[in-house]
């Protein structure tokens, strides 16, 4: 995992230098600059995971006619490296870049379709003068370029293209993505001027100055049969399973898990002690399993009873982090300068979890992300009372279903069967009736338009809204503790095949995820398969607000600066909504997310626009 930075034409030294330290944080083992025939500079910021010795990159073909730069991992790369052999190619390394680059050379852009991994990288041809770009399936690596003052730029990050700007400002679609922080992922758009996204599961050549992007990969065009027999669908989904995490433990420093103690997770971690205790890791460290559990204990947040269930059953020490929000809000600016994106949650329990985690001498951790988009763990599951509308048993099923995920606090409004059907289904009809639907990239797909109601609303969390999201939160969150994250349930072939399913096969009888409990049931601890209440990895905002928080909230709302700040819609509003908060007024969650949403563009203009970044010519 990796921070990679490249230029058209090539760049002197020393500006360049400047714009790749910036990727430190995604890469502190090593570093490498290479200037080729002054038509382009490739640099490339290390976290060495695999053949830590001999992964040196900029990387050159033995001809030294294509150069990499990668930021991502092939999981599958012994399985390849084989087919490479038997074809006649040569290593020198045990690296999984020198297989993507051979993989390259010998299949060109058809070689991204054999990859079982994440990835975001560039292969620069010098014979053709050409440049290869791609970004993996579901844009797990980040990946931006600009093309400004006659220079094309790529990165794994905004920050990294700063000093090649004329001006570091604010988007002019920046309000658009402000009011919807869930929707411009999966757009080109980003929040600094001049800076675009490049696509997920998409390549690109830039050659003569024009850079052309296609599209290798669309998951509705890679559904295929399934087993009618549901139990038959379980083993399938099982073997998948495990064989995704099994490649996933490849690696050559030490593993772990960011234990909550929920589902996903604990699937996750099940499987790797399963996996170790049969003997079938086939590669890596047998130093395979360290647990990390974030806590928050007194708040309703505070989960870590469930994961010490988990580490119990397994036999599995666990390293506990009491997250406290004061030990690091003073670098509060610094980690939105990294994180570059807008959330609504303060991202000091994820900073701290993965800050843990390396500190522990932890590398690589295998987590539970993509889980809920693919099954449906929150909001997606109503989207079922659309099919079934005139099922009464099953319209019943659905709403105890997700009544019962929700954790009964205060701070979470208790909701019943009949508001939550009839709020939803008058705002469907309504939008219905208005021709009014969520229209992304693959709408009009013919086999998204065979898709059930419920289907469809997971296609479009995992694939385009939600989950590209989290991803990319998860990415900085990690990275700028330099840690790698890999999701096991993100694996191409488990995404394909659920998406092939029926949605009976994926929520039904009560439970949400309903395979994923079936498939890892004999694993796992009863108590954590059959749980039903869900949240999600969060900050107890509503307590640090009135607590640790509360002086540091009172002071910004009272700023100058923030009332005069044409980053926030109506500060005098959101003036009062803080305080009304952190004066014990108003204990609502959902209240104190939307505050903290609303204010966070305002503390981002402060962390990034202010900072000035100039090109130093």
């Not at 796992?524 to 607000?545: A, C, H, Q, Y």
Request: include cysteine.
């Amino acid at each position: 995992m990796c921070g990679i930075l490249g230029t058209i034409p090539a760049t002197e030294t020393n500006i360049f230098k400047h714009a790749l330290d910036t990727l430190v944080h995604r890469g502190p083992d090593n570093s490498g600059i290479e200037v080729i025939d002054n038509k382009v500079t490739l640099g490339h910021r290390r976290l060495s995971i695999i053949d830590i010795d001999h992964g040196h990159q900029p990387m050159f073909d033995n001809e030294k006619r294509y150069s990499v730069i990668f930021n991502g991992e092939i999981y599958n790369f012994i399985e390849i490296r084989k087919e490479l052999k038997s074809l006649g190619c040569l290593f020198k390394t045990n690296s999984d870049t020198e297989v993507l680059l051979n993989a390259y050379i010998k299949w060109k852009d058809k070689c991204v379709l054999k990859f079982n991994g994440m990835w975001s990288f560039a292969i620069w041809d010098n014979h053709n003068k050409e440049l290869f770009l791609s970004r993996d399936r579901f844009g797990k690596k980040p990946l931006f370029y600009s093309d400004i003052n006659e220079k094309f730029i790529f990165a794994s990050e905004m920050k990294a293209i700063y000093p090649f700007l004329n001006k570091v400002d604010a988007s002019k679609d920046f309000q658009w993505m402000k009011k919807n922080v869930f929707l411009y992922e999966s757009t080109e758009k980003c929040l600094i001027d001049g800076i675009k996204r490049f696509p997920k599961g998409s390549n690109g050549i830039y050659r003569n100055g024009k850079l052309k992007i296609y599209r290798y990969w669309n998951t509705l065009d890679n559904l295929h049969d399934t087993p009618q027999n549901y139990e038959k669908q379980v083993e399938e989904f099982r073997e998948l399973f495990m064989d995704a995490c099994k490649i996933r433990m490849r690696s050559d420093v030490r593993i772990g898990t960011a234990l909550s103690g929920g589902l996903d997770s604990s699937s996750v971690m099940s499987s790797m002690s399963h996996l170790f205790k049969n003997g079938q890791i086939d590669f890596g460290k047998k130093d395979w399993q360290h647990a990390f559990i974030a806590c928050f204990p007194g708040t309703p947040l505070d989960e870590s009873k469930y994961a010490n269930m988990v580490t119990k059953h397994l036999d599995v020490n666990a390293t506990h982090i009491d997250i406290e929000p004061l030990k690091n809000w003073h670098n509060l600016n610094e980690y939105i300068y990294k994180f570059e994106e807008l959330y609504f949650t303060p991202p000091i329990p994820m900073l701290q979890t993965y800050q843990a985690i390396k500190n522990a001498g932890v590398s690589v951790t295998l987590d539970g992300h993509g889980a809920d988009e693919l099954f449906s763990g929150y909001d997606n599951l109503l989207d079922n009372l659309w099919d079934n509308k005139i099922n009464i048993k099953k319209t019943i099923d659905i709403l105890d279903t997700y009544i019962e995920t929700f954790h009964q606090s205060e701070q979470f409004q208790k909701k019943s069967k009949f508001s939550v059907y009839s709020k939803y289904m008058i705002k469907k009809i309504i939008k219905t009736l208005l021709g009014k639907k969520l229209k992304l990239n693959d709408s009009n797909h013919s086999n998204y338009k065979k898709l059930d109601n419920f289907s469809q609303s997971l296609y479009l969390a995992f694939h385009e809204t939600i989950l590209p999201t989290l991803l990319r939160n998860y990415d900085r969150y990690s990275m700028m503790n330099s840690v790698e994250i890999r999701m096991p349930f993100m694996d191409h072939r488990i995404v394909s095949y659920v998406n092939s399913l029926s949605s009976s096969s994926k929520n039904g009888g009560g439970f949400t995820k309903k395979l994923i409990r079936d498939a890892m049931s004999p694993y796992m601890p009863k108590e954590i398969t059959w749980r039903k209440t869900k949240l999600g990895f969060n900050s107890p905002i509503v307590d640090w607000m009135q607590g640790d928080l509360k002086d540091w909230f009172s002071d910004t709302v009272h700023e100058q600066s923030f009332s005069n700040s044409d980053m926030i819609d109506n500060p005098p509003k959101l003036k009062n909504d803080i305080m009304s908060l952190v004066n014990k007024k108003n204990n609502s969650f959902n209240k104190a997310e939307e505050c903290w949403g609303k204010l966070y563009p305002y503390l981002w203009s402060k962390a990034i626009l202010n900072k000035g970044y100039k090109y130093k010519k």
